[in-house]
């Protein structure tokens, strides 16, 4: 009896029935899958591919060149691997291959799907093979031989946004189970379903319960782990009174078939859960908007309560700065005015000082001019006479140089008052301006905080 085995990321389970083994990809991480399996181990053969890759989160699977010549069951082989966007499978054998059921099950963004490869004379199942896959928008299987086929049913439900579907050359004439074929896909522009039993395939799917419970799973997957998808929208047929034209190919044995009863008795079948479903969502939606009310006007107060505190630490900034350049600028002036009082009595003594210096030095030069002639005993008097108009002369222009200074002190003080009622009025005057800037700074700030 072979045991099960572990081989390049591939687990291979033993089947007694089958005298063989089933593969799994271990790795479910990986977002590049181009590993293989085997065909066979121990001389035995690897006959099913049943949900290898179920719940991989890789984004492309590539299986070129794969043996799969002994394969029989792919059923569930990619379902539920919601992030895979490429995938190529060329070299798939499907000449053997009994089961397809579920296939590409929840391939939430797969876009495009190459099947003009598949082999599918030996296929009996096939249903759920694109249930859910929600991206993709058209699909070509006119190369299917379905002359075996049994099982069908829900094939495309819920292909959402598939508009094209290509089933030339479908021979349902074996299948025992077909309903739901269409469930959901409301956006479906053109099929050709030529070949088909409209009231088969018309018929409303029978128990939606276990269909909805799984779309509603996948989206809140999908939700979790890749965007935020929209909420469940109603359940509709795809065919409903008001939608686009859908092409059919009518045959001779369908003409009296009343079309529209037929889609009357579905939307009957579906109402009551629409109804339901609209309900919820509609009281899911009306939470959620009070939940983001609520929440917006929480960010709202804290924005203004963020918005006031700056404000205030501004202002009080502003001013702090403004009172320390004014105390600066006072410093400034009387450091100034001491110095211009300093330099003015420095330079007033200087004076006073070499005025008097040049008074004692005509005194003396007079007493010596004067003394020189009487110890001489001069006896013009007219000399006398002239040194006296000069003395005088001297005492007149000493006198007029002190009233000079004078003169020049009372002007520097005059300037120096000058200067200090100019600086005031600046101060006064910057003052003024700041004040101005502070109530517009606050003004503007306001006005921004009442728009927000």
């Excluded at 059921?101 to 004379?121: A, E, Q, R, V, W």
């Excluded at 086929?149 to 819920?158: C, P, R, T, V």
Aim: with cysteine; net charge negative; proline share 1%.
């Amino acid at each position: 009896m072979s045991e099960d085995i572990v081989i390049d990321k591939y687990d291979y389970f033993y089947c007694d029935i089958n005298n063989g083994y089933k593969a799994k990809y271990n790795s479910l991480e990986d977002k590049i899958i181009n590993t293989l399996p085997l065909s066979e181990i121990n001389g035995l053969p690897v006959f099913s591919f049943e949900g290898i890759y179920k719940n991989s989160k890789a984004e492309k699977i590539d299986l070129t060149n794969i043996n799969s010549f002994n394969i029989k069951d792919i059923s569930s082989m990619f379902e539920d691997c919601i992030f895979l966007k490429e995938l190529v499978i060329k070299d798939l054998n499907t000449s053997n291959v009994c089961n397809m059921s579920s296939m590409f099950k929840g391939c939430y963004s797969l876009k495009s799907i190459d099947l003009s490869n598949f082999i599918t004379s030996n296929l009996e199942i096939m249903d759920f093979m694109f249930t859910g896959c929600v991206s993709l928008l058209e699909l070509d299987l006119s190369n299917f031989n379905t002359s075996k086929l049994k099982n069908m049913k829900n094939l495309f439900s819920y292909c959402t946004n598939l508009e094209y579907i290509n089933l030339s050359n479908f021979n349902i004439d074996s299948v025992n189970e077909k309903y739901g074929l269409f469930y959901n896909c409301k956006s479906i522009k053109k099929i050709d379903i030529s070949s088909f039993d409209l009231i088969d395939i018309f018929v409303a799917q029978k128990d939606t319960k276990d269909l909805d419970n799984y779309y509603n799973y996948l989206l809140n997957r999908v939700q979790n782990e890749i965007v935020e998808y929209e909420e469940l929208e109603e359940n509709n047929t795809y065919i409903e009174n008001n939608s686009e034209t859908i092409d059919i190919v009518e045959e001779n044995d369908i003409e009296n078939i009343e079309i529209p009863k037929v889609i009357e008795d579905i939307e009957e079948v579906n109402n009551t859960d629409t109804i339901e479903k609209v309900d919820n969502i509609e009281q899911t939606y009306i939470e959620e908007v009070e939940e983001d009310i609520n929440y917006n006007i929480e960010d709202t107060e804290l924005i203004e309560e963020v918005n006031n505190t700056d404000t205030i630490e501004k202002v009080d900034n502003i001013e702090q700065t403004y009172i320390e350049e004014v105390e600066e600028d006072i410093n400034y002036n009387i450091e100034d005015t001491e110095l211009i009082e300093e330099v003015n009595n420095t330079n007033t003594s200087e004076m006073v000082d070499n005025i008097e210096e040049i008074d004692n030095e005509v005194e003396e030069l007079d007493i010596e001019k004067v003394e020189e002639p009487t110890n001489n005993n001069i006896e013009d008097t007219e000399l006398i006479e002239e040194y006296k108009e000069i003395e005088n002369a001297n005492t007149s222009e000493t006198l007029d140089n002190i009233e000079q200074v004078e003169e020049n002190e009372l002007e520097i003080l005059d300037n120096i008052e000058e200067i200090k009622d100019t600086e005031v009025n600046e101060l006064e005057q910057s003052n003024e301006d700041i004040v101005e800037e502070i109530d517009s700074i606050e003004i503007s700030e306001t006005t921004d905080n009442v728009e927000q």
